[in-house]
């Protein structure tokens, strides 16, 4: 069964941190290009953040370099999104995405085949 589970969001204030965690399945994990996109009340999902299965490519949105950090511990099974600085327009529904095989852009969501539900993530000014 392939299972991806969001956790760590929250209510916090502008300028703190948070760090999202995905736990993904084997079968979801294994190979996969990972990524995080976010949609926020009213507004369509967004990219933020993809990583190789290695580890050692990353892709950032314009909107969070500088301050988030994507990786990922391979051993686990899980990936991470490091938020650091943020502010209110980070307000946004988190959610965890796996490719399957190669795909032509990371930053779009047609290109991951699974996702998890979400985490809420809300940074009050």
């Known amino acids: 069964q392939v299972q991806l589970v969001e956790s760590g969001g929250g209510l916090v204030q502008a300028g703190d941190s948070l760090t999202l965690s995905c736990a993904a399945s084997?079968?979801?994990?294994?190979?996969?290009?990972m990524a995080w996109f976010r949609q926020a009340p009213g507004k369509e999902r967004e990219f933020v953040a993809a990583?190789?299965?290695?580890?050692?490519?990353?892709i950032l949105a314009d909107s969070v370099k500088g301050r988030f950090t994507i990786s990922r511990d391979n051993a686990k099974n899980t990936v991470y999104l490091q938020m650091n600085s943020l502010k209110p327009e980070d307000t946004a529904v988190y959610y965890c995405?796996?490719?399957?095989?190669?795909?032509?852009?990371?930053?779009?969501?047609?290109?991951?085949?699974?996702w998890g539900k979400g985490t809420q993530v809300t940074v009050s000014s």
């Open positions: 995405a796996a490719a399957v095989g190669l795909r032509s852009d990371y930053r779009l969501a047609v290109s991951y085949a699974y």
């Open positions: 084997e079968r979801a994990f294994s190979n996969s290009a």
């Open positions: 990583i190789a299965w290695s580890g050692f490519v990353t």
